[in-house]
């Protein structure tokens, strides 16, 4: 029986999926912040292993490189290579490229330039096998991949995270993490335009939970600490959001926090709208091409698309799994993908 592990090694979280003979048998996800320390990230792979037991292959991308825990990506990329190929003991160990290419961990310094932040394409590649036409979007904790699909061929024009950006392809409007006055300097507040703090008070989780798309204590789609680390109520949300406009919780309804958070909401989505209408200018995709969601906040793009009129399809339909494991699967898309891809 040939036992696979795919590692999606993040800056906010560690995500892995096993397969056994093809077949998916279990995925985790686990919080890790290595900017405050390389044994958080150390620490987190390590249970993920002891969990998991032994493995015939590791395969194996990255965005932790991102992380200003490193002197630079390339260096991020050799440092974390070097402590997969440690940990894992074994010597199959295979890193995954922004050119659709698995290369060994003796490669990875040499090809570290392709292997940052090439989680994106792992995804796309995996889907662009069953799917001819397509615009996958997958919207993480932190940023959202629009990666367009045409005669089952990716036709992203971006390779790394800075050209990516620039074609539209990546988004830093992310499900939970990130501060909602990144997206907007002022908000409609009781018939008045008031300026945001910019201060650190909230996050778009405590905009999620004022709008119940995240229950209260969720432990999927918001694994970070809150922004003053007070519980993940929607009370306590409600004084944070009400900090970020230069007020206390008591200042605002009911009526008037819903109000707020929907307007905070809609800004974010808009930036993904905007890059949407991009693509659609580029020619990679119509009006009518359907949408492969993945990702924690992928109910949001399901949400679209159908605003849209678009066809929509959840990354998980792709595959054949236990229900036990769709959630996950579509919350942990690139680790799923190279747990079931062979090299």
């Not at 995954?96 to 989680?119: D, G, H, M, R, W």
């Not at 949400?303 to 990354?315: C, E, G, I, P, S």
């Given at each position: 029986m040939t036992c696979v592990i795919g590692w999606d090694i993040g800056g906010a979280h560690i995500k892995a999926a096993r397969a056994r003979n093809g077949r998916l048998d279990a995925i985790v996800q686990r919080a890790c912040a290595p900017h405050l320390g390389f044994s958080h990230l150390e620490c987190a792979i390590q249970e993920t292993l002891e969990e998991f037991g032994r493995a015939d292959r590791h395969h194996i991308t990255m965005t932790a490189e991102l992380s200003d825990?490193?002197?630079?990506?390339?260096?991020?990329?050799?440092?974390?290579?070097?402590l997969m190929a440690r940990l894992t003991c074994v010597d199959d160990v295979l890193f995954y490229t922004s050119k659709s290419e698995f290369v060994s961990f003796l490669s990875a310094k040499q090809c570290a330039p392709l292997i940052a932040s090439a989680n994106w394409r792992i995804s796309a590649d995996f889907i662009a096998q069953k799917v001819s036409s397509a615009l996958f979007i997958d919207m993480g904790s932190t940023t959202t991949d629009l990666i367009p699909i045409r005669d089952n061929e990716v036709v992203a024009q971006g390779r790394d995270d800075a050209s990516r950006l620039a074609h539209g392809e990546l988004v830093y409007?992310?499900?939970?993490r990130g501060v909602p006055q990144a997206y907007v300097q002022s908000a409609p507040i009781r018939g008045r335009w008031t300026p945001l703090v910019n201060e650190a008070f909230a996050t778009m989780a405590d905009v999620r939970r004022i709008l119940c798309d995240l229950p209260?204590?969720?432990c999927r789609g918001d694994l970070a600490p809150s922004a003053d680390g007070r519980p993940k109520t929607r009370a306590a949300s409600h004084a944070r959001l009400a900090r970020l406009a230069g007020r206390d919780m008591a200042d605002f309804s009911e009526n008037d926090m819903q109000a707020f958070a929907s307007y905070l909401a809609r800004a974010q989505l808009r930036q993904v709208e905007e890059q949407m209408a991009l693509l659609m200018s580029r020619g990679v995709i119509t009006?009518?091409?359907p949408i492969v969601g993945a990702g924690v906040g992928r109910g949001l793009i399901?949400?679209?698309?159908?605003?849209q009129a678009r066809a929509y399809q959840d990354f998980s339909n792709l595959i054949a799994i236990s229900e036990a494991l769709q959630e996950l699967s579509s919350d942990c898309a690139p680790a799923t993908?190279?747990?079931l891809l062979t090299s």
């Amino acid at each position: 029986m040939t036992c696979v592990i795919g590692w999606d090694i993040g800056g906010a979280h560690i995500k892995a999926a096993r397969a056994r003979n093809g077949r998916l048998d279990a995925i985790v996800q686990r919080a890790c912040a290595p900017h405050l320390g390389f044994s958080h990230l150390e620490c987190a792979i390590q249970e993920t292993l002891e969990e998991f037991g032994r493995a015939d292959r590791h395969h194996i991308t990255m965005t932790a490189e991102l992380s200003d825990a490193f002197p630079n990506r390339s260096k991020g990329v050799e440092i974390i290579a070097s402590l997969m190929a440690r940990l894992t003991c074994v010597d199959d160990v295979l890193f995954y490229t922004s050119k659709s290419e698995f290369v060994s961990f003796l490669s990875a310094k040499q090809c570290a330039p392709l292997i940052a932040s090439a989680n994106w394409r792992i995804s796309a590649d995996f889907i662009a096998q069953k799917v001819s036409s397509a615009l996958f979007i997958d919207m993480g904790s932190t940023t959202t991949d629009l990666i367009p699909i045409r005669d089952n061929e990716v036709v992203a024009q971006g390779r790394d995270d800075a050209s990516r950006l620039a074609h539209g392809e990546l988004v830093y409007a992310g499900f939970s993490r990130g501060v909602p006055q990144a997206y907007v300097q002022s908000a409609p507040i009781r018939g008045r335009w008031t300026p945001l703090v910019n201060e650190a008070f909230a996050t778009m989780a405590d905009v999620r939970r004022i709008l119940c798309d995240l229950p209260e204590g969720d432990c999927r789609g918001d694994l970070a600490p809150s922004a003053d680390g007070r519980p993940k109520t929607r009370a306590a949300s409600h004084a944070r959001l009400a900090r970020l406009a230069g007020r206390d919780m008591a200042d605002f309804s009911e009526n008037d926090m819903q109000a707020f958070a929907s307007y905070l909401a809609r800004a974010q989505l808009r930036q993904v709208e905007e890059q949407m209408a991009l693509l659609m200018s580029r020619g990679v995709i119509t009006s009518a091409t359907p949408i492969v969601g993945a990702g924690v906040g992928r109910g949001l793009i399901k949400q679209l698309a159908y605003q849209q009129a678009r066809a929509y399809q959840d990354f998980s339909n792709l595959i054949a799994i236990s229900e036990a494991l769709q959630e996950l699967s579509s919350d942990c898309a690139p680790a799923t993908a190279l747990a079931l891809l062979t090299s």
